[in-house]
T-cell receptor, first 113, second 114 residues
Framework: QQQVKQSPQSLIVQKGGISIINCAYENTAFDYFPWYQQFPGKGPALLIAIRPDVSEKKEGRFTISFNKSAKQFSLHIMDSQPGDSATYFC????????????FGTGTSLTVIP | NAGVTQTPKFQVLKTGQSMTLQCAQD?????MYWYRQDPGMGLRLIYY???????DKGEVPNGYNVSRLNKREFSLRLESAAPSQTSVYFCASSDPGQFNYGYTFGSGTRLTVV
């Protein structure tokens, strides 16, 4: 059973546009929601993360929006660039369970010039 | 550079062969993890070690064993490889004591079982 559901599976965006990736979860015990970025041939790297006590977190062109009541969170990439082309994974964890992360199935983002 | 080092990077095995994937981290992290990544499946946890001396099963442990050799090293063993174990394997570590904690991943081992 997929603990974190991610959509879309793939996304093509024009340079300068906004990329939006969505994730949903069921387990209300989750209390930490990171996003990872993975380039081909590399391991995933932590991009940005949020805790449920805030509704939004912004770091540069990357923003996480969090809706606790809907149990959804999303990644917004503003002014998308070709260098942002990568696979993005959302994840969720519970602080008191050995820090195991549950990952979404990933979104392959392509930013075309 | 500090991080997570995995060896080997590539491996081809015949069905029934055994092998051990090695992982070492130099960030003094307590927790270490093994994941496999398959197309359309995301990252699935095989085993993890919350601290030195402990290991626990994850979502897909069948066919694998692990050893937490010391705080730095966490190995994954395939005793009798099967084609279904063809995948990319990632080791990761984390320090849950940090407020904005997250995994640091290695660069992966691409395993093909024929």
């Amino acid at each position: 059973q997929q603990q974190v559901k991610q959509s879309p599976q793939s996304l093509i965006v024009q340079k300068g546009g906004i990329s939006i990736i969505n994730c949903a979860y069921e387990n209300t015990a989750f209390d930490y929601f990171p996003w990872y970025q993975q380039f081909p041939g590399k391991g995933p790297a932590l991009l940005i993360a949020i805790r449920p006590d805030v509704s939004e977190k912004k770091e540069g062109r990357f923003t996480i929006s969090f809706n606790k009541s809907a149990k959804q969170f999303s990644l917004h990439i503003m002014d998308s660039q070709p260098g942002d082309s990568a696979t993005y994974f959302c994840a969720a964890s519970m602080s008191n369970t050995g820090n195991q992360f549950y990952f979404g199935t990933g979104t392959s983002l392509t930013v075309i010039p | 550079n500090a991080g997570v080092t995995q060896t080997p990077k590539f491996q081809v095995l015949k069905t029934g062969q055994s092998m051990t994937l090695q992982c070492a981290q130099d960030m003094n992290h307590n927790s270490m993890y093994w994941y496999r990544q398959d197309p359309g499946m995301g990252l699935r946890l095989i085993y993890y070690s919350a601290s030195e001396g402990t290991t626990d099963k994850g979502e897909v442990p069948n066919g694998y064993n692990v050893s937490r050799l010391n705080k730095r090293e966490f190995s994954l063993r395939l005793e009798s490889a099967a084609p279904s174990q063809t995948s990319v394997y990632f080791c990761a570590s984390s320090d849950p004591g940090q407020f904005n904690y997250g995994y640091t991943f290695g660069s992966g081992t691409r395993l093909t079982v024929v």
